[in-house]
């Protein structure tokens, strides 16, 4: 019998596609266990009606077969004489194989000590672990068929994170009665909490190493559940995005996404702050993340919010494959870890967060750090800084603008405007190749300004982008987009917006459709806030609005399907 832990050794193996749609998963199966297995050719053996060619006998050890219909591949290949699990497993059968720290001696830690806090770690820690699938988990209905409970009942979901409770108490029984703090016979120490893993970091170095989250775990422990999900997806789009081949979006805590935005791919990869940047960037879960682009399936790809796959018709045909080129480092690095900000747009958040408490300091910094020791600030072809918070405000977000002492190709710095001054302008001219800026203003007029970018000065902002409408003009700085989050608040005024941006000069102006990111109940939300209903289609109200012929300008880009 096959045992998936002999293929440790130097087995070769040849791959079988049988049916329709067979030469996508063993094209999907070779890219992502190419460098792992010894493969060698493959055959194609029919649609289980007529074989198109014979199976080389004693040429391999054991055969990989590719199939959507396994009872049909069954069938065929033992009437060649093969045995299940004996001379081929299917490609399936090895999934497990990415998950590769399932056997790894893992603790699960809560630094503050509190027992509500080492519960949640323990939980979370062991379905992380064994592939198990929370509510709270991105993408969950990629993943599973089986109902999980949304995020409406906390009394719900607490019940079912108990259900793990037990097995996860049995799991760390060993770790309960250990001596404090003796981790030699851990590989790993897992925490639930960024904050408590930098604050362990600093304080217990010889562990340093060991450290990891929760995110890390996922990654490499349920890497199967997303290779199966992106192996058997049907569904294609001729979109054509090469952005997880060279972009890293870093958020709040060090989480990151392989993708310039993550509400249109929600999964982690891991977190730089606490494990290796290169491990985070070329795990096993970035690897399958970067075959739904390349066989044009975007499983996990958000096909509402995303305006590539939104102008696109879903298909249903298997298209053939991309070409991308694989990156070592990230191309373009989108630094978006520091929320605190001058301003409190409902748009964004429900009160004033203008400073950082100790753990989140603590979460940014480190995060940060790693960015400096990896290289890759000065690697990367582009920088954006600046997304969810204040660039101008945040000691973080200047730490990363202003430092380094080589000259930097480029930076794309996201600001409200409002503390973008000369003098800012005077330490960043110079230290960039090209430098640009997308500036948020959502509206053409004071009084909409003060409605929907609340603690912020219009004057204030009008003199600003006076100045940095001279900058562009000169050629000192390369582009300058403005951003409207189109809403009921502001949608009006887009006409006028518009030619607002084309008076100053400016190349691009962005519309984008608010989104509700906690801020605002689902009903209030669709009837008062937003200008699409549920299912993303707009407004009447909007599209009249849309008609006017400024609209259609070139340099207009609209974020969604029209």
């Not at 070769?12 to 460098?35: A, H, M, Q, W």
């Not at 010889?206 to 192996?231: F, G, P, Q, W």
């Not at 900058?471 to 951003?483: A, P, Y």
Request: glycine fraction near 8%; include cysteine.
């Amino acid at each position: 019998m096959i045992n998936p832990e002999q293929l440790k050794n130097d087995i070769s193996f040849g791959l079988i596609e049988i049916g329709e749609g067979s030469e996508k998963l063993s094209s999907d199966f070779r890219y992502v266990f190419g460098d792992k297995l010894k493969l060698g050719e493959t055959v194609g053996v029919g649609n289980g009606k007529e074989r198109t060619a014979e199976i080389p006998e004693g040429k391999y050890d054991a055969y990989i077969c590719c199939a959507y219909d396994r009872g049909d591949a069954v069938k065929i290949l033992s009437e060649s004489g093969l045995e299940y699990k004996k001379d081929y497993l299917f490609a399936e059968d090895l999934f497990s194989l990415l998950d590769d720290w399932k056997d790894r001696s893992i603790a699960f830690k809560a630094y503050t000590g509190k027992i509500t806090d080492c519960l949640k770690a323990l939980i979370f820690g062991y379905a992380a672990k064994n592939g198990k699938v929370l509510p709270e988990d991105a993408h969950r209905y990629v993943l599973t068929e089986r109902h999980l409970p949304g995020s409406g009942s906390t009394a719900v979901r607490r019940l079912f994170h108990a259900l793990y409770l037990i097995p996860a108490l049995i799991d760390a029984f060993p770790q309960i009665f250990a001596k404090r703090n003796d981790y030699k016979d851990y590989d790993h120490i897992c925490f639930l909490s960024v904050s408590d893993a930098v604050r362990f970091k600093y304080d217990h170095p010889d562990d340093a190493d060991k450290v990891i989250t929760v995110e890390e775990l996922k990654a490499h422990t349920m890497a199967s559940l997303y290779m199966r999900a992106v192996y058997f997806d049907t569904r294609q789009s001729s979109c054509s995005c090469d952005t997880p081949f060279n972009t890293l979006w870093i958020g709040k805590s060090g989480t990151t996404r392989i993708c310039d935005c993550p509400d249109y791919l929600d999964i982690s990869l891991g977190n730089i702050g606490v494990t290796d940047t290169s491990a985070v960037w070329n795990s096993p879960l970035a690897k399958i993340f970067r075959l739904s682009v390349i066989n044009n399936t975007y499983t996990f790809c958000s096909r509402n919010l995303c305006g590539k796959l939104s102008a696109d018709k879903e298909q249903t045909s298997l298209l053939e494959r991309r070409k991308a080129a694989e990156n070592v480092h990230p191309l373009v690095l989108n630094i978006a870890n520091d929320y605190a900000c001058n301003l409190h747009c409902p748009s964004c958040r429900k009160c004033i967060h203008a400073k950082n408490n100790e753990n989140e300091e603590a979460e940014i910094g480190s995060c940060i750090d790693a960015l400096f020791g990896s290289g890759w600030l000065e690697d990367a072809d582009k920088l954006l800084v600046g997304g969810g918070g204040e660039a101008f405000l945040s000691p973080n977000y200047k730490r990363v603008i202003y430092g380094g002492s080589e000259k930097r190709k480029s930076i794309i710095i996201m600001t409200n405007g409002t503390l973008f001054t000369e003098s800012e302008w005077e330490k960043l001219q110079g230290r960039y190749e090209h430098i640009g800026f997308m500036v948020s203003v959502d509206a053409a007029t004071k009084e909409t300004y003060e409605k929907v970018r609340c603690g912020g000065n219009f004057d204030v902002l009008m003199k600003n982008m006076d100045f940095l409408s001279g900058l562009r003009r000169e050629n000192k700085v390369s582009s300058v987009k403005v951003i409207m989050i189109v809403q009921k608040s502001n949608y009006e005024e887009i006409p006028a917006f518009i030619r607002w941006a084309k008076s100053k000069g400016f190349d691009g102006v962005n519309l984008s459709h608010i989104r509700n990111w906690g801020t605002y109940e689902d009903r209030e939300f669709y009837e008062n806030v937003s200008m699409f209903d549920e299912t993303g289609n707009m407004k009447p109200e909007l599209a009249k609005v849309l008609a006017d012929p400024v609209c259609t300008d070139e340099i207009v880009n609209m974020s969604w399907k029209m």
